[in-house]
């Protein structure tokens, strides 16, 4: 049980304590950006044979939906024999569950391409991949950014599963909190873990915006209309 009189934020501990809040910080956000990448980089070639061989979409989604069904406590205490405490175990866990997000947007995102402008494209004499990067990627990109920060924010939230096991983040201070009955650790846990999501979803935002910024102006055209 909690003290009575323990408040529930201990300002001064959080004082005393900058250079553990940032180095969990760094760890939250290094297995993120791990597991981001990974599965980002897994999921576009899942996604590549799945529109390549449209048989192989069934298996790869199916694939995909199982893993993501295993819970996350009974994976990450599943891998940690093998691969021991560490950076490769929750990087294995968040990128596996990654997949089940990233795959079927990635695939969605250039299948809603318009096949007229595609068709226009190989009219043109455009070769596979320049049609991909001048004219399929540039479309899909709203649809491709929604994925990601779905995904973002899913690797962000499971990487505080990690900290049950030891495995660095926020998760630690959620763990540590509970083992000591300190509410200030559970509380900068969960908060610095929402902090962190929206900061890094605004970050994809303005990203996706910077990056396409004929959206922006096809939206400004469309509101122009109707008003």
Partial sequence: MVAVDEPLVRWDWLGSHTDVLVERTVEHTLLTLVAFGAGLVIASILASIA?????????????????????????????????????????????????????????????????ATLDAADAMGMTRAQRLFSVELPLALPAIFAGLRVTAVTIIGLVTVGGLFGLGGYGDFIDEGLTRDFPTLIVVGVVLSIALALIVDALLVGLGALISPWQRSARGARRAEVA
């Fill in 51 to 115: 529109r390549r061989w449209r048989w192989t979409n069934g298996p790869i989604t199916t694939a995909t939906t199982v893993l993501y069904t295993i819970p996350a406590v009974a994976l990450f205490a599943a891998l940690i024999p093998v691969f021991g405490i560490g950076y490769t175990v929750p990087a294995i866990a968040l990128t596996t569950y990654s997949l089940v997000v990233l795959t079927p947007f990635l695939v969605v995102a250039f299948d809603e391409v318009d096949r």
